[in-house]
């Protein structure tokens, strides 16, 4: 397939590779076959009997003040103009910036599409990693631009030094950076230092997107948000969602932080369309500390006992600082093993390559992660930690 460009696929290629190793410009077809979450099809019966550990969801739902707060607000339904508990402002104090920098959106997703929409004239490129959340990636190719994603290192890490060289070397023709930090679907953060790094050694007018979704789910001392970018000014924009730390995935509500002026232009292609019941939930849930606590608390307990329960069956887990892990399958291929948990009820991640012997599941509760680690001996050999490492 031809890959739009002011010069050659081979040309440019061949001209990164020789200065920072092998990365990817994926035309159209290749990204749209990552794919994204499918909705269900089946019954609604079929459905709540599967144990979820597919998409990165909060499997211990909405806390009381959350769910009352969204039944308080039915009484809204019927009405275009309503009052919406201020949400806007009460995001805005959350991150001690202005509602002039607040873009709400129907989840996170919507976020990352605007900003290539906005960012994005046909024929440039965003910059980012390969494997990684691939939405902007799709909405580039959309709007009839590109993407040049760089391959993560040994480590399964952002390669930063790479991103910075790439960025400087076809400034002209990159319309904006991506990252997704902590990245999915490896779990693994940008530290601040990196992030700084990158902020500061690439044009000060180049726009940055950093997509934070799982930012509630981190306990490693050295990550840190990059927030406090947007109130310095720097053309950086952050994307948060209540779909995973809130659990309100199918309400459809996440927001932008970004110097106003980049809000404004984003502005033009939101959708403006998060419902009320969403807008009450988004608020209660901001104002709730105690049950957010509470759920990371019990996600990252789980997270780290299960990772553990793997590693000492013999299956090494990428180190992770989010909501899911990646265990490495050894020799098998991942789209197969999907299938077999499946047939157990059990619903586990889809293929991220060209990583297909690591499947990426999905902490759940402790009930959800003892059931998936008995399907896991089912199917999975015990191997000893020495064979397994090497």
Known sequence: MEVRSPFSRRQFVGGVAAAVGALSLRPEADLLAQGQTAQFTGGDAEYDAYIKLASNENNYGPPPSVMKAMNDAWKYANRYG??????????????GVKRENILLTAGSGEGLNVM?????????????????????????????????????TKDYRQNISQMIEVTNRYARD???????????????VVTAKEIKDLLDNIPKDMPVLIDEAYHHFVDDPAYGTAIPYVLEGRPVVIARTFSKIAALAAMRI??????PEMIRDMRVYASNSVNVLAKWGAVASLKDKAAEADVKAKIIDMRNK????????????????????????????????????????????????PMLNHLRVSVGTADDMEKFMAAFKKIFPQKTATATRG
Not at 82 to 95: L, R
Not at 119 to 133: D, E, I, M, N, R
Not at 254 to 259: E, F, I, L, R
Not at 322 to 339: K, P, Y
């Open 82 to 95: 309503y009052p919406d508990g201020n949400v806007n402002q009460v995001i805005a104090e959350h991150h």
């Open 116 to 152: 290539a929409t906005t960012y994005l004239k046909p024929g440039q490129k965003v910059l980012g990693v390969s494997p990684s959340y691939a939405s902007v990636f799709q909405q580039a190719a959309n709007v009839k631009a590109d993407s040049i994603q760089i391959p993560l």
């Open 174 to 188: 990159i319309g904006f950076v991506y990252m997704c930090n902590p990245n999915n679907p490896t779990g693994a």
């Open 254 to 259: 996440g927001y932008s932080v970004a110097p």
């Open 306 to 353: 299960t990772s553990q329960v793997l590693e000492s069956y013999g299956y090494p887990v990428i180190p992770s600082q989010t909501n899911f892990f990646m265990v490495s399958l050894g020799d098998r291929q991942v789209q197969g093993v999907i299938e077999e948990f499946r047939k157990m009820g059990i619903l586990v991640g889809r293929p991220f390559p």
